[in-house]
Each structure stands twice: as C-alpha cells, then as structure tokens.
C-alpha cells in the first residue's frame, strides 16, 4: 500500500501507486478512465483483439478495494468504452462487478465514451460530484471556482522524462494549484504527453507530475 | 548436351553473337524433362535468360497463344520486374514471339488489374504481395489453372524471409490449382544449396529439384581502402565519412562504382561527405529504401544511360538486373558477412570473364580487422549464412486469410497442402489448428462470446468467411513487410521539417536536440501523433535511427577477427593507427586472450559499466545482455540497460556489479528467464509485426488514421494482457519462436560459459579502455523498464525536488 498525500482546497488527498486517488476524510477511493469493454468493442469489423483487458483493469479495481475497504468508489467517466460495452460483458467481467458493488457504494461519473448511463450496471450515475472542497467530473473545467478544487480524468496523462540520460515514460497524476488530473486505469488505454497544449491550457500556473515505483511515488517534474 | 536452341531462337542467340551458356541448356532440358529446378549463378551469367528461355520457347510454339497464364514471375523487387519487361520485350519483338507479358504490382492501375483479370497475359511479373493478393480472389482457381511455370528469381534473398514464407504458400496454393506447374528458382552462390532446392521443390523436400550450378566467375579483385591524409580512422563510429576523400579518389579511377552502405542513416550522411568534397563535380547518385520510388527510379535509370559515376546504396542495389556498367564496388563499413559481400562484389561483375573489381572501406579501426578478415574469406570463396529457418505463425494465419477470401476450404486439404512447402514441411497439426482457431475466433482461453467469429463452418466442415466486410479487411492487411511507422515532424505553426521513426521519437524527451534534413530540432513534445520541433540551439544533437534489421556479424567472419587479435604477429596487415590503438589496449587493460574472457568494469558517465568480450556476433550478446541485466536485477544491482555489437555487450548499472565470477557463472541460464525474455522490448517489437502480419490488429493506411486513431491500442498493451490472460496463445508462441531465431539459441552461449569457467580475466579500470570504446558508441541500446534502476532513478528526482522545496 504506496500512497503519498497531498492537499488541494485544504483537503487530504492520497495519490496510490497504480494510478488511483484515495480521499481519507470520506474513505472514498477514484478511479479514472477504465474503458471496459474497450477489448471487444471492435469485434463487429472482424477484428478480434485479447478481450482480457477489461478482467485486467476489473483486477486493478478490485485490488485496490481490498487495500483501501472505501465507503465509496468513484468512476470518474469513460468507464465503460461505448454504451453497448455492459451487453458485451462476459459472465466473469459481471461476477466481478457484482462483487466490487458488494462491497462498497458505487458512483459512475458519465464520461464522453459512456455520456448516458450503461444499462444494467450497479450503483448510481450522475454528471458530477462534490465532496467537501473537491469538484469530481470527466473532462477538466475551464476554470475552478475559488476556494475549489477539481479531481478529472479524460486526459490519460503520460509523461516522457530523462534523468541521468535514461529515458522514460509513465503515466502520472498532473497536479495544478486547484486541481488534479488522474491518470487512465483502463488496460487498453494509451496516453498524452504532458507536454500536449491540452495540458498548458489547464495549468497555467504550473504543475507537477507525479510518477509511481515499487514503493514509492515520486515527483518528477 | 544433347538438348540444343530451336529456331528462331539459335539464329537470334548468333545475331547477338552469343552461344548458350550450358547452364541455359540444362535449364531447357530440365524444363523439357517436366520436373523443378535451381539454378546456382553468379550475376552476369544470363541468369535470368536462363529461367525464361523454357517459358518463351513453348509459348513459341503457338499451343498457348489462345489465351490463359502460363508463367509466373515472382522477384523481391517491384522495379525488377518493370526491368525485366523492358529486357524481354526485345528478344520477343525481335523474334516476332506472339508471347504477351505483363507486370502487376502495387502500383498497377485499377483498370490494368481488371484487364489482367478479364484477359491474363502469357507472363505475368510480379511480387510475392500481389501474388497472395491475386490468389484471394474467388476467381483464382480458375485464373491459375492453365499455369506451366513459376519462376522465382533471387531465391537466396527471399529463402528464410517472411516473404518467403509467403511465396512458398502461394507457390504451394498455385500447384494446388496447376498440377503439372515446375518452378525454377533463380539464386546467387549459397552455403546451403540442397536447402534452398527444397524450397523449389513441389514437395518441400530436395529430391526430385535438378540442381543447375553456372561456372564461377574470375576471382575478384579485393583491396582494404583506408582514409588519405585527409581523412581519419575513427575508435568508433559507423558512417565512414572519415574516408570519403579516398573513396572519392577511387571513384574518380573508375567508370562507375556502387557505393554500399550498411543502413540509411549512413547513407545519408556519406552522401552528403561526399559532395562536400567533390570539387570535380563527379555525378554522385544516391539509393535506399526511404527515398520515394520516382526518385529511385531517376537514380537507375542515370546509371543505365551511363550518367553516372557513382551511387551510393543500401542493401536496395543489393538485388537485381545489371543497372549499368558497374566496375568497381566500394563496401564502406564492416562487410558483416562473407556470402552477402561476395554477392556485392558480384555487382560489379559485368561480364563473367573479367574479374569483379572491389574496394572494403573500413568505418572504424575495429572494422580493419573486419575488412582484412572478409577480404581473405572472399578470395578463399568460404561462404556462410545458416539454413533458411522454418516458417512463421503469422505468415500462415494471414495465408489462411487469402485462402478463406478466395473461398471455402477444408481445414485436411489446407494442411496437406501447406505441409508441402519447405517452410512449413515440419508444421505440426496442433500447430496448424490453432492457427485455424486464431483466425476463426481469435483463439482466447477467455471465450465465453461467441458472436462475431470471423469463420463458420458448413455442414460438412468447410469454412467460409463471415461477411463482404471481413474480407474486404483481410486483403487490406495482405504483405509481410511491416514499416517501422513514421511521424510527421511539424512546426507549433504547422510547417513540417521531415519524418522520423516512431521508435526514435519515443526516446525523446523535452529539450532534446536532433538532426533531421540538415536542420537542428529541438523537441518540444508530441501532439497526437505528431512530432512538434522548433529549430534548436544546443551541443550533442542526436541523430535520428531508422528502423531496419542490424545485420549480425557471422559465427565464420568473427572467428576470424578473433584470430587477428589474438596474433600480434599477423598485424603486419593493419595500418599503424590501428596497431597503436591494440597496442595502446594492451597497456591501458590488456588484449582479450584466446579461450579467456575479458570483462572490463569502469565507472563512465555516472553509471557503473561492465564490458564483455565474447566475440559471439551481435545477436547472441543481445541474448547475453539479457542474461546479465537479469542476474544484476536479481542481486539488486539496478541495471539500466545493455547494448551490443558482434564483438562485446556493455550493461551498465546504478550500483557496481559486485563479483564478475559469480555473474557469469553457469547458472547464469537459469530461473525465471522466460519471464525476464518475455518482459524486455525485443520481444514487444517482435510482437507487434506478428500482431500486424497476422491480422490481430489492423495496418495503419495513410489517410485511415484520424478515424481510426481511437481505435488504435498500441501493441505493446495487448501484449501484455495476452501474457497475462493467455501465455500459451498461439501468436505469443509464434512471438517467441521468432525471438529465438534472431537472439541466437542458448546452447551457444551455454558452450560459452563451460568453456570460459575458470578462465575469467577481471579488469577494474579508473575509465574506459580503448577496445571498449565502439560499443559505447554503438546504437540499439536496449533499456531494462520497471526495475529497480528505474525506481532508484525517480526516487532521486523526488529528492532533488523535496530539497529544493526546502526553504
């Protein structure tokens, strides 16, 4: 269980190695972009991908359930890869849903992939959330009201870096003064550089970029 | 011999004032004798005569002028086949042949296709690609079925080849339809003779193929070039740019010279070295593969005129007609091996009586010792190369994709029919099944949706392709050759200053600085799949890497570099700066001995490094590295990567490497390695052409891009989640299989550490030494992702911010 905390808006918010956000005052853990369903979504053209994507990511999720035992676990949108995607769900992929509702509240945000509630999918669904100081919702605002602060997915942030010669690339959380971008969980999801303009015109002010290892997460710019 | 020229053939031969050849004779004897062939011949001996000469004298003969396909010509090279047309049409018109030929590939017209189709030539000409493609429509039965011949010109090139593999099913598919059908192949001088025959053959194996070996030409003439006094002879490097004076000076005593290079990037730049320098305005073209056809084209049509002096060229000029009075080559870089130089030195071997005249210009002072051994090797007529290794998972589904398109099929049929190819002659009926599997649904253990198979079976066991759409999509994917994908190089305000490799781009952070087109480029980041660049300002530019197999050294050629080094007395032969560079070794660390091996340990740029001298060739130290960087992982080392060339591996690492006897001792081949194997990134890269060539995930097509980008998951992520959900899926085995042909077998480096055990010569130096020097400079560097390095590296740049943060 590698965490590090932060603050935005006065409020603790643990960022968890694997890309996930744990809020300790309301014990609700977030997840971004899973994009389930995303493996088999093209099988109507004839092409034919690994369909485990969707298990792998389910694994992530409840992994983390596990550690953390939240009161309630956050989607924050694009969380199934098209509306269809629960039709297509193999019986494994629904067993594991189920359980995960088991065990806590579940709050699916809509995403632009999934932009109307998934049929026949626990929990609830809503455009947006709020919880104390923090605005959680798919695509980043513009602008942050004062004193807020905004918990978003939708970007897939990755980060390309070079230290001490080597290169690498990871994915990472994007912190700003008033907000902060998750990272995708999705197994099937690729990623946008940092250095893309979507993400300037969001951080004006600056931001930092924090990257997971083993057993510790790490700022990295 | 008894068989001899019909009219009006001999009158014609007489005109040109030429007498058949004897291996033309054979050639029409074995034709007239209805079984296979290989003909074995240097170029400039009327090869390629040689294999038409049977198709034209029947189709003289009338029986055939009503119409219907009676030979097909397959060649690796599109514009051989254009060439080829132009060369036969004389004979042809010459001798009033009422034979039609045409060319069809790629670039054929949509309405010429469908002529094609409606009304097939005599000849047809054309590419392993177009031939899977004819063979998938619903027509080909009937197109091929009058078919007598096939030929298959430069063998030796597409033998143990995906594209071969390709060839040798279609072939198989085409007798399949024309039973009486005999192929001739058409092959320069090989080590493996009977292997390549088998690859002919109607049944996979080397019976029954006549073997028809042409006299060898006059032993060449092969000289060393070192640099002039104008130019130098780097430690390192690989462009050779430091002899471009003397190779400029040798192609002003020569008619015209082909200037072989060893990769594109090479190319480039001694292109450019020598125009730099060529104050007598000598015409210099330029060949390789990026360059748009047109402007190759232009290139062998200047050489054909004689407007040339010389080219410079990759392996593209490797193949093919005579484009020009070549007299001279000029090998420039490590030859790398025997057989491929010999056939290079064969391009300039205009006409078989005069000896082949050729130049070997060392890039850098390892490659003297190189050069000096090949040249030896070339003028005893030793040849090397290995067998043409068995055929592919991949090429096999896609075939199964071509047969499905044109048709029902029988999955017993198919495997009879598959089996008798050399490639395949081995394939297993498990194997073949679940390749069937792979196309008809995927092939997943995790299956429980069963909608949308790509297959279905009849009533009585046929399989039929699901829908129009589907096959519409296979035959986008039809091709073996997948291209390392390029991106666009663009300006913040749009203007776009080239092309690079997406790999190259991928290691590019922020900051850095690059050459492309002569322009210095800052990287400022990537949109989408666009490279955003400003020119740039800055020290140590990187030099783009185009993707493109690095050819190993072979087992033959390093074992003769060995021995140089390990006799000073034979020296003699080496230029001084390259004896001083030895010399100046054996006193800084010392000479590697024989059956002894040198490790070097030395502190360089910050890292820990460690420098092994095995002498394995290339591909069997990637392998090492491997094993190495997976032994200084478990022991807690942080290794960041490795890098290798034919003659050593560096790995370097966060923490020194401790005990050099404990790392390579002979365990080092055991625990977990499939597993380290499977994680490192020549495996992902292998993965991904076998994922395209397979029709796992769909090719990119200019244009299809924008829609389809959602869509696109990069294959690295369903490498993985295959790994995990389907270790035993059929094309992770066929990823695997692969690796191990290009990583070299484990037996090898095994017979290595048995017989290095107790013979390890451990040198701790303050830098690093003179012989390590190439391999640090060396491209290919292989990166070990998610280890402990890594965390060790990010841990550090938290802590730089944290001290920074406080006040």
Redesign the interface.
Known sequence: MTFREIELADERIWLLAGGAVFLPETQTLVVADLHLGKGTSARTRGLLLPPGDTVSTLEKVQRLVKDYKPQLLIALGDSFHDVKAGERLLNIEKTMLRTIASQTSLLWITGNHDALPVPEIAGEWLEDYRSGNLILRHIPSETVPMGKAELAGHLHPKIRMRIRGHAMSRSCFVKGPDRLILPALGSYTGGLDVSDPAFSGLFADGSSAYVWGADRISRVA | MSIHLPEPFQSWFLQQGWTPRPHQLAMLQAAEDGVSALLIAPTGGGKTLAGFLPSLIELAKGSYAEGGLHTIYVSPLKALSTNIAESLSRPIMEMGLPVRIEVRSGDTSAARRKRQQKNPPHILLTTPESLALLLSYPDAAEYFSTLRALIIDEVHALAGTKRGDQLALCASRLRTFAPAMRCSGLSATVAHPSAIAAWVSPTGHASGVRIVTAEDGVRPDVHVLLPDQRGYLPWAGRTGLGSATAILTAIAAARLTIVFVNSRAQAELLFQALWKDNTENLPIGLHHGSLDTTRRAKVEEAMAQGALRAVVATSSLDLGLDWGAVDQIIQVGAPKQISRLTQRIGRANHRMDEPSRALLAPANRFEVLECEAAREAVLRHELDGTPPRAGTFDVLAQHVLVTACAGPFFPDALYEEVRRTAPYSQLSRTDFDDIIRFVE??G?A????D??Q?LFRDSVGQLWV?NE??IR??RMNIGTIVDTPLLRVKSRRGKTFGEIDEYFA?????G?TFLLGGELLEF????DTTV?AARGRGKDPRVPVYGGNQLSISPGLARHVREILHAPSSWDVLPPSVRDWLTLQAKRSRLPEPDQLLVETFPH???HYLVAYTFEGRNAHQTLGLLLTKRLEDTGKGP??FVANDYMVACWCVHPPGSITDLFSRTLLEGGLTEWLDESSMLRRTFRDVAIIAG???RNYPGREKNRRQ?T??SD??Y???R???PD?ILLRATRLQAAEGLTDLARLSDMLERIQGHIEHVSLPHVSPLAVPVLLEQGRE?I?GG????Y??????RL??LAATP
């Open positions: 649904d995927g997943y995790l299956q429980a949706y909608r949308h790509r699901r759409q589907i999509q296979f991928s290691t590019l952070v922020p850095d400022l980041g990537m949109q955003q740029r910050g890292w960041l990567g796992l995930v769909e869509m998951i990069s992520l369903l993985d989640v295959l995990k959900y389907d899926h990166k992702r402990e390095g890594e965390d590296l990010l841990a550090e740049a938290d911010y944290e």
